[in-house]
């Protein structure tokens, strides 16, 4: 079944922001906890927003509004020079659009986090529409924001396929009835193992790009 519209992840698929926003959160916890969080607890609390981490696991209550204000300032003054788009994937985003195929991107972010990675990458002309955080009721692994983004884009479900780095990403795709694409091609990602295994799992960007010039060859 021929590709008509590609949903993308982004933190660790599109763009490598995870480093950053590993590193903000550490800071916070320490700051206003005095307590050093691992990469692996972090990973574990993703899934909500930047604001419902922060919120859930912070110790001290009474600094939330505070250490969430904080976490911002820390993503967006370090953005420009810790996160940068490659090559490759820039390739890929242009091809995909000049094939006229729809993206989109289904992200835990909150709208504030997404919109300072998206203004900083220049990536806001490439996509349809973007679905964050703040935008559901029920995070991924939830499929809501599968289903969401394909009614707004009328694709039917059989010709989209989610790529994403995370386990929830996975389980979203399946629950939704899309095809799923596991990618670890980025130097920073969420699962190294996939608990349900995607219709193919990629660690390099070209892999998935040579599919779609084949789906693409093939309906000419």
């Given at each position: ?130 679905i964050t955080g703040d935008d559901v009721q029920k995070p991924k692994p939830n499929p809501e924001g599968i289903f969401t983004v394909l009614e707004f884009l009328g694709v039917p479900k059989d010709e989209a396929v989610i790529i994403g780095d995370s386990n929830a990403d996975i389980k979203a795709g399946k629950a939704a009835g899309v095809r799923t694409f596991g990618v670890q091609w980025l130097s920073t990602y969420q699962s ?29």
């Amino acid at each position: 079944m021929t590709i008509k519209a590609v949903l993308f992840d982004f933190d660790g698929t599109l763009a490598d922001t995870l480093p950053l926003s590993f590193y903000a959160f550490k800071f916070i916890f320490k700051k206003y906890d005095n307590r050093d969080v691992s990469t692996e607890e972090l990973i574990s609390m993703f899934g909500p927003t930047e604001d419902d981490i922060i919120s859930n696991n912070l110790l001290k209550k009474e600094y939330v509004a505070e250490a969430i204000s904080e976490y911002y300032q820390i993503y967006q003054k370090d953005h420009a020079s810790q996160v940068h788009m490659t090559d490759e994937m820039l390739k890929l985003l242009m091809y995909i659009k000049s094939n006229n195929i729809k993206m989109g991107v289904i992200t835990g972010k909150s709208r504030e986090a997404f919109q300072i990675s998206s203004d900083s990458l220049n990536l806001s002309h490439y996509f349809d529409i973007v679905i964050t955080g703040d935008d559901v009721q029920k995070p991924k692994p939830n499929p809501e924001g599968i289903f969401t983004v394909l009614e707004f884009l009328g694709v039917p479900k059989d010709e989209a396929v989610i790529i994403g780095d995370s386990n929830a990403d996975i389980k979203a795709g399946k629950a939704a009835g899309v095809r799923t694409f596991g990618v670890q091609w980025l130097s920073t990602y969420q699962s190294t193992h996939f608990e349900i295994e995607p219709d193919f799992v990629f660690t390099k960007i070209d892999q998935f790009l040579k599919i779609l010039e084949s789906e693409l060859n093939f309906k000419k």
